[in-house]
């Protein structure tokens, strides 16, 4: 088992940014590909950022590239979400969200490929 806590969320306006924060406990942390995710109320939830275990692939949605950043720092076992230029439309709850894989370069984009969730941070962005 993974347990996933995510912090950092909160009320920012256009254009600012936040830093989301997800912590880790349970299995090695190191072993796990890590993605964030967002779900707005009515709507499915939308991938939105991955790394690999290793730290040296990422990956993005359109919608965020070039805005979001997504690291991670094994030795803290926490993986992190800059977010820049925010625009309203980036209010929704975040979710993290761990994925075993075995290829130490993969970074998974699909929500069925991860197994551990976090319980959301609420980001709101007020124009």
């Known amino acids: 088992q993974v347990q996933l806590v995510e912090s950092g969320g909160g009320l920012v306006q256009a254009g600012g940014s936040l830093r989301l924060s997800c912590a880790a406990s349970g299995r090695t942390f190191s072993g796990y590909a890590m993605g964030w995710f967002r779900q707005a109320p009515g709507k499915e939830r939308e991938f939105v950022a991955a790394i690999s275990w290793s730290g040296g692939s990422t990956a993005y949605a359109d919608s965020v590239k070039g805005r979001f950043t997504i690291s991670r720092d094994n030795a803290k076992n926490t993986v992190y979400l800059q977010m820049n230029s925010l625009k309203p439309e980036d209010t929704v709850v975040y979710y993290c969200?761990?994925?075993?894989?075995?290829?130490?370069?993969?970074?998974?984009?699909?929500?069925?490929?991860?197994?551990?969730w976090g319980q959301g941070t609420q980001v709101t962005v007020s124009s």
């Open positions: 969200a761990a994925a075993r894989t075995f290829r130490s370069a993969y970074a998974p984009p699909h929500e069925y490929e991860y197994t551990f």
